[in-house]
């Protein structure tokens, strides 16, 4: 048995959490430097004024979720469709829309799941493209901390699943990679310039790549050194960094750089960037003409959808889930929004309606129904699903509000045994302080995430990345002081969840 002690300030947490929520781009050296001499290729062949500017550009763009071979570890369909929405918001002033091209394809494949980073995960992944398409793969795991990445000899962009929804800006870099974008900061890469550069000139090369100056008169670099843009300023961060952004970096010759965070093609944080600038627009512009993206046609329907309306019809009102021949079928009425040709399914497991994560995940083609098999769901628990509509210009819909069911009794030993090696204990409880004492078993080692709830669902405190061993441990973790009432604490690993209630006095 081990005893460990935590003892962390919220606003240290809150801090890593964001930091954890910043990962970089995973573009090689190699990579970048192919990504922008493709780009200055375009720039010597591509006659811009040749291009129409006014008509939209649709782009078909087919979106692969990849978990293992046993189905764990997809991302949330529901949230990776919203991509498409936060695309087309951050194109929408180059007249660039993208639709989705085909079902949400499901790959259960463990190459891919294990590693999506390395050579042989990218060639598996490659086996999976669409033709004529813009593939995109999300999947959990990479052996190296990214957050995507655009490979150009595969031609495809990766999206880890924390940042596969409408809200990170993660896809809308990678596709700037996509259509020849480099990094603001390219050259950098790797190079913590604050740490090393900070009050005195910088190298006239790093990385064997050329630094771009500041000045943008007589002698100015831009239109070759780093990105290659001359409209967007000089940038050698090559790091996360939040805004506004103040450092002590100088060019070459002894120029202040003034770093600007609004680019999307910058690292610095999500709610920073906002905007390509006017020569990074005609770039892609030339990229996509060059490569053909310019010739697709508009999908046959532009209408929006609304799921808030939708209403579940089984299993709801926490029936117990009727099994034929394995599976578990859930069926909605679909007449509140007629124009969808698909739906994705989402099931989460609960506990005192208290989500405890995504179970099971799955998109359907013009139907009302799907079926579940049995085994993603097991005995004796509680469950909520959702339904959210999509055609392919609109994937932007709410989800339907979630409907409750729940499964039969546990009836085998095994099952029972399962249910004891989840057991958490909490001593004392009530407590009385602001510390708690947890013993729990792992069945092997594994990182986990813990979280504190109310009785209304909210998250009162959470803690990522504990680490666990294999065997039984004790915990005592030192939390925010709490208002006296009832609450929950849950443990969740890749292999085990914990959850028991608690009261405070």
């Keep these: 048995m081990r005893l460990l002690y935590f003892s962390f300030l919220c606003s240290l947490l809150w801090v890593g959490q964001l930091l954890a929520q910043q990962a970089p781009c995973g573009v090689s050296l190699a990579d970048g430097a192919a990504i922008k001499a493709q780009m200055m290729e375009n720039r010597r062949n591509i006659n811009l004024a040749q291009i129409s500017r006014q008509n939209t550009t649709y782009i078909p763009l087919s979106l692969h979720l990849v978990g293992s071979e046993s189905g764990q570890g997809f991302a949330s369909g529901s949230k990776a469709v919203e991509m498409l929405c936060k695309l087309n918001s951050d194109f929408a002033d180059q007249n660039i829309f993208f639709y989705l091209n085909g079902p949400v394809r499901f790959i259960y494949d463990d190459v891919i799941y294990d590693d999506a980073y390395n050579n042989t995960g990218q060639i598996r992944m490659s086996s999976y493209k669409v033709p004529n398409s813009l593939n995109v793969f999300v999947s959990a795991n990479v052996s190296r901390s990214v957050a995507g990445y655009y490979t150009p000899s595969r031609d495809f962009v990766f999206i880890q699943n924390s940042y596969a929804n409408g809200s ?92 600007n965070s609004d680019y999307f093609m910058s690292y610095s944080s999500d709610n920073c960037q906002n905007t390509f600038s006017q020569e990074q627009k005609n770039a892609m512009l030339a990229d996509m003409a060059n490569r053909g993206w310019t010739n697709f046609p508009a999908p046959s329907s532009m209408d929006s959808l609304d799921g808030s309306q939708l209403q579940g ?89 979630p409907f409750y069911f729940q499964t039969g009794t546990v009836s085998s030993s095994h099952n029972l045994a399962d249910l004891a090696q989840n057991e958490l204990q909490i001593f004392p409880n009530p407590i009385q302080d602001a510390a708690l004492q947890l013993r729990l078993t792992a069945l092997a080692n594994s990182s986990a995430q813990l979280a504190i709830y109310g009785l209304d669902g909210r998250i009162i405190w959470e803690k990522q990345n ?15 002081a709490l208002a006296p009432g009832q609450y929950f604490i849950l443990i969740r690993s890749d292999k085990q969840v914990w959850r028991q209630a608690f009261i405070k006095q």
């Design 313 to 401: 019809i089984s299993p709801i009102n926490n029936d117990f889930a009727q099994e034929t021949n394995g599976q578990i079928r859930l069926e909605w009425d679909a007449s509140t929004a007629p124009n969808a040709n698909q739906w994705v399914i989402t099931v989460e497991r609960i506990f005192n309606n208290i989500p405890l994560g995504q179970v099971y995940t799955a998109s359907v083609m013009n139907q009302n129904f799907a079926f579940i098999p049995s085994s993603a769901l097991g005995s004796n628990r509680q469950f909520r699903w959702t339904v959210k509509p999509l055609q392919p210009a609109y994937t932007c819909a709410p989800s339907s509000s």
């Design 466 to 480: 504990l680490a666990l061993i294999a065997g039984e441990q004790d915990f005592r973790l030192a939390i925010p």
């Design 168 to 259: 990170s800006t993660t896809i809308t870099h990678e596709l700037g990679h996509f259509f020849t974008l480099p990094h603001t900061f390219y050259g950098w890469e790797g190079i913590d310039a604050r740490a090393q550069y900070s009050g005195s000139p910088a190298p006239v090369v790093v990385n064997g790549r050329l630094v771009e100056n500041v000045d943008r008169g007589i002698g100015a670099n831009c239109a070759n050194a780093a990105d290659g843009f001359c409209d967007t300023e000089a940038d050698y961060i090559s790091e996360r960094f939040s805004c506004p952004v103040s450092t002590s970096l100088q060019d070459p010759i002894g120029v202040s750089l003034q770093i």
